[in-house]
């Protein structure tokens, strides 16, 4: 089952080595995805850019972890990717799993960048990001890097 904000978007009973896509041409950032028994996830975008204003069909996929098997660090570390011809050139996209969780960086000390509830993300544009970045979160979170 596929949910947002806890209203169910989409349903589908499928068996083994059976696959269900889903797809929508909205950010799909907070959608849940649970499932009754165990299954692989698999989301991305084959063609997008990143970041938008500059074309070249970026492909990203994932392959998140369930919540029960997230480490218990809530620490993430984005370094600049090398070889680019602006190492700087990308974004650090922050999701939270569960209301009220604080989301820090660490510059000189931790500087809160704010407060977000299940499903909320932040990002940190590349023209705010010059360097290696750290995070953390408050509770359970996923921080993925795009370049």
Known sequence: MIT???ITVASQVIDRTETFTFSDKNDLTGYVVSTSKPAALFVGNPCT???KRVGGCDAIHINPLPLALRQESYDFYAPP???RP???AFFVRVMAHWNNTQVYEYDAGWKS???LNAGDHLTLDPNSVTKDVSLRCSQPCMAIQQV
């Open 86 to 88: 602006n190492p700087a």
């Open 81 to 83: 990717i090398s070889g």
């Open 49 to 51: 850019n990143i970041p």
């Open 113 to 115: 960048l704010g407060t």
């Open 4 to 6: 947002q904000r806890e």
